[in-house]
């Protein structure tokens, strides 16, 4: 975090220095007649870009807080499974689904989601969970308990899939390009024109448009770590199924 600080300080200081040659080599005075036209000009600029950069970050953040909790259900949602299996009362059934839970949790732990980050899927937790599935498949009962608790776990699975397509699917999807790139460039002109702005105080310039290059780049940095929520500084973890995996360990 604290880099990513420095690095947008660093940049405004360099967009503040180049505003002294650039107003000098362009006479910027000259265009101090058209100033009411530039500060409208920025005005009506300004807002429509705020709005933008606002309504975009809204969204990249809403879907990070989705993917986050979608995640913390998911890990919730295996531990309870376990505990479901174990109203069964059969040794072997709870040693194969403690097993086959387990293997699932280690293949999404030790994945640490990269590849979804790369834009792909971990093709080696797709089949651990599958077999959690091959296993409830095969349960046999004989009496009206496991009828009922046959009914709950197989029903809790099917809506532990659901939230884990949803997780995949959420965790897949990113921002436009060309909305991105509307982002960028509409910032690129946003700070060409305070370059060009003509400030009777160069100093108080050079401080305005230092301040406008940090926000700009700090939007940027925003947007990219949170619309690829598995890169970057706020990236997501698989710590949530880790701690399943610990309680199912030591609590049962």
């Given at each position: ?77 295996i ?11 059969d ?43 091959e296993?409830i ?7 009206d ?52 702005m ?6 108080y ?27 970057g500084?706020?990236k997501l973890?698989p ?6 995996l ?7």
């Amino acid at each position: 975090m604290r880099s990513l600080v420095f690095r947008s300080i660093f940049f405004s200081i360099l967009i503040g220095l180049l505003f002294y040659p650039i107003n000098n080599y362009f006479d910027i005075v000259q265009f101090r007649n058209d100033v009411d036209g530039l500060s409208a000009f920025l005005g009506v600029f300004g807002t429509l870009y705020g709005i933008l950069a606002a309504f975009i970050v809204f969204e990249v953040w809403t879907q990070y807080n989705q993917i986050s909790q979608l995640i913390d259900r998911e890990a919730q949602g295996i531990e309870r499974l376990f505990r479901l299996a174990l109203y069964f009362r059969d040794e072997t059934l709870t040693k194969q689904m403690r097993t086959a839970i387990e293997e699932y949790v280690k293949r999404v732990v030790d994945g640490r989601f990269q590849a979804i980050g790369l834009g792909g899927r971990n093709k080696r937790s797709g089949p651990s969970f599958r077999k959690i599935a091959e296993i409830i498949r095969h349960i046999e009962f004989d009496d009206d308990h496991d009828s009922i608790v046959f009914d709950q776990i197989l029903e809790h699975y099917g809506h532990l899939g659901q939230i884990r397509t949803e997780r995949l699917n959420q965790s897949l999807t990113r921002m436009p390009s060309l909305l991105k790139a509307f982002v960028y460039i509409s910032s690129f002109f946003a700070l060409i024109v305070f370059l060009f702005m003509p400030f009777d105080n160069l100093n108080y310039g050079a401080f305005s448009v230092m301040i406008i290059a940090f926000l700009e780049i700090m939007i940027f940095y925003i947007i990219e770590d949170l619309d690829n929520p598995f890169q970057g500084h706020w990236k997501l973890t698989p710590k949530p199924f880790s701690m399943a995996l610990k309680h199912i360990r030591e609590d049962y």
